[in-house]
C-alpha cells in the first residue's frame, strides 16, 4: 500500500469505522474495541480492518461476533462519507500486536533478571590463574658463563 490515495482511504475508513462503533452502534456484545489499523488492497476493493479488545477471550469472541452483524451498517456508512463509486467490503481482523507486546516483555523480564544473576555472580568473583596472564619477556641472568640448551660455542666464547 504504497500509493498515498489508497491510505489516505484507509486513515479515513479507519476514523468513519471508529467513530462509528463509539457513537452509532449499540450492541451489547460489543467489548472495549480500538481500531488500529486498516489495510486496503491496491484497487480499494478489500479492506481489512485491525482491532484490540480490552478483555479475556470470551469478550473477544463476543465482539467478533458483534462487529461482523454490523458489518454492512459500518460499510453504508463508509460509503456515505467517502463518497466513492465502489465501496470497499469490510473485514475484521483481531490484531495480535498486544500479544506480541505481552510475549516481548515477558522475555525482555527474564533477561534481565539473568543479567541481575550475572551480575550479582560478577561482584565476588576472582580471575581464574594469575593476576598478569600475559607472557613476559625473558630475561637473561647477567651472568654470562650460564650454558642454555640452545646455545653454541661461539656464544659462550664471547
Do not use: W
Not at 26 to 51: C, E, H, M, W
Not at 71 to 86: D, P
Not at 137 to 145: L, Y
Amino acid at each position: 500500500m504504497t500509493n498515498p490515495r489508497v491510505r489516505k482511504i484507509a486513515d479515513r475508513i479507519q476514523v468513519i469505522v471508529a467513530e462509528m462503533l463509539e457513537r452509532r452502534i449499540k450492541d451489547p456484545r460489543l467489548g472495549f474495541v480500538t481500531v488500529t489499523d486498516v489495510r486496503l488492497t491496491g484497487d480499494s476493493q478489500n479492506a481489512t480492518i485491525f482491532y484490540t479488545v480490552l478483555g479475556d477471550a470470551e469478550e473477544q469472541a463476543s465482539t467478533a461476533a458483534a462487529l461482523e452483524s454490523a458489518r454492512g451498517l459500518l460499510r453504508s456508512e463508509v460509503g456515505k462519507q467517502l463518497g466513492m463509486r465502489q465501496v470497499p467490503t469490510l473485514a475484521f481482523q483481531l490484531d495480535a500486536i498486544p500479544e506480541s507486546a505481552r510475549h516481548l516483555d515477558e522475555v525482555l523480564a527474564k533477561a534481565r533478571e539473568a543479567d541481575a544473576a550475572v551480575a550479582a555472580a560478577r561482584a565476588g568473583a576472582q580471575p581464574a590463574g594469575e593476576a598478569d596472564p600475559y607472557k613476559k619477556p625473558r630475561e637473561i641472568p647477567a651472568d654470562d658463563d650460564v650454558e642454555e640448551p640452545g646455545d653454541t660455542e661461539e656464544d659462550l666464547d664471547r
